[in-house]
Every structure is written in structure tokens, then in C-alpha cells.
């Protein structure tokens, strides 16, 4: 399984950024995509999640209204929509697959590499 999280970057604050990551290697509609990050000298902490249809999701509780996760079955991708960004946003992004079809379950089987969003002030 491999997971290429892309379109992380430098922006300013009040911007937005769409992150996307690639899956291959799963039968992607299967599994619940998830993403988290980590931010220097924090722990991972939980963003988002999407069910295996979409039509479900998840989110942590500080995030809800700015963030919004989305998938595409038909590329194998997911996707995590960034506006009105943040300096406490900055972390490394990372994604992550689970086999199964809730969003709230947080333990996850597969992870990316991650990609660092930067969010000046």
C-alpha cells in the first residue's frame, strides 16, 4: 500500500490549500481515509476522516467549518480543503487508510510520508 500526500506549501494567513493524497496498492472504496498532523514538539493529532462513499465524515472538534475532507473513488484519491488557515495550522500532513467504513474509528493501517503546510502570519 502506498499513500502520496501533495500540496502542502507556504501561505499566508486567511489562505487556503487543498492537500491531496494518492492511494495504490488497496481497493481504495474499502477503506476509510483519514488525516492527521503534527506540528513541531506536539504529538499526531487527528484532522479528518471520510467514510469509504463519502458520504460520511469526521472531524476534530477545532477544525469543523474551516477544513472539510473529501474523496474521489474513481482516482483513489482523498482529499482535505484548508481555508481561513492558521499559524497553529502549520504541521506536517499526513494521511492515512483504514479497512472499513468509519470515519470515527481513529486507529488507521496505513500511512503516507506526509506533506508541510507552512502558514505564516
Known amino acids: 500500500v502506498q499513500l502520496q500526500a501533495s500540496g502542502g506549501g507556504l501561505v499566508q494567513a486567511g489562505g487556503s490549500l487543498r492537500l491531496s493524497c494518492a492511494a495504490s496498492?488497496?481497493?481504495?472504496?474499502?477503506?476509510?481515509m483519514g488525516w492527521f498532523r503534527q506540528s513541531p514538539g506536539k504529538e499526531r493529532e487527528f484532522v479528518a476522516a471520510?467514510?469509504?462513499?463519502?458520504?460520511?465524515?469526521d472531524y476534530a472538534d477545532s477544525l469543523k467549518g474551516r477544513f472539510t475532507c473529501s474523496r474521489d473513488n474513481a482516482r483513489n484519491t482523498v482529499y482535505l480543503q484548508m481555508n481561513s488557515l492558521k499559524p497553529e495550522d502549520t504541521a506536517i500532513y499526513y494521511c492515512?487508510?483504514?479497512?472499513?467504513?468509519?470515519?470515527?474509528?481513529?486507529?488507521?493501517?496505513?500511512w503516507g510520508q506526509g506533506t508541510l503546510v507552512t502558514v505564516s502570519s
Open positions: 496498492g488497496l481497493t481504495f472504496s474499502r477503506y476509510t
Open positions: 492515512a487508510a483504514r479497512r472499513g467504513n468509519s470515519p470515527k474509528i481513529r486507529r488507521y493501517d496505513h
Open positions: 471520510v467514510s469509504w462513499n463519502g458520504e460520511s465524515s
